[in-house]
């Protein structure tokens, strides 16, 4: 047996096994269009753009102010007319020590209530 009879025994063995290959793809790409086309669209598809699906994903837990709705309109009667010192000490006279929040949670809890509710400029 000669080397390039060898190397073209390889090659021919190699191309038998790509065609293999290349009918086994067919026959998946056939069974996969035999799927309904509109099965996953629920799923895939649920009306929310990327960003409010991230919103509505975030991690960690609501802040206080947001999960208790008597703690948070407590805090909104007095967001205009007292600083959040004042707010924190409010909170610590008139709630329970579990409902509790900090300054910097009413400040982040503020941004976020002020970017959610502002209204778009017409400009």
């Keep these: 047996m000669t080397k390039g009879f060898a190397v073209a025994c390889r090659l021919s063995k190699m191309a038998q096994e790509v065609a293999a290959d290349i009918g086994r793809a ?9 799927v309904p086309q509109g099965q996953f669209k629920s799923i895939l598809n649920n009306g929310l753009n990327p960003a409010e699906w991230r919103a509505q994903h975030r991690s960690g837990h609501p802040p206080g102010s947001e999960a208790d709705p008597e703690l948070r ?15 924190v000490s409010a909170v610590r006279a ?19 209530f002020n970017h959610a509710t502002a209204q778009p400029s017409t400009a």
Excluded at 73 to 87: E, G, H, K, M, V
Excluded at 99 to 111: D, F, K, P
Aim: charged share 25%.
């Design 94 to 112: 008139s709630f329970p020590a579990e409902r509790r929040v900090s300054r910097s949670s009413i400040g982040r809890w503020w941004q976020r």
């Design 73 to 87: 309109a407590f805090i909104l009667d007095r967001i205009d007319s007292q600083t959040y010192d004042q707010i």
């Design 26 to 34: 067919q026959n998946n790409r056939t069974a996969l269009s035999a």
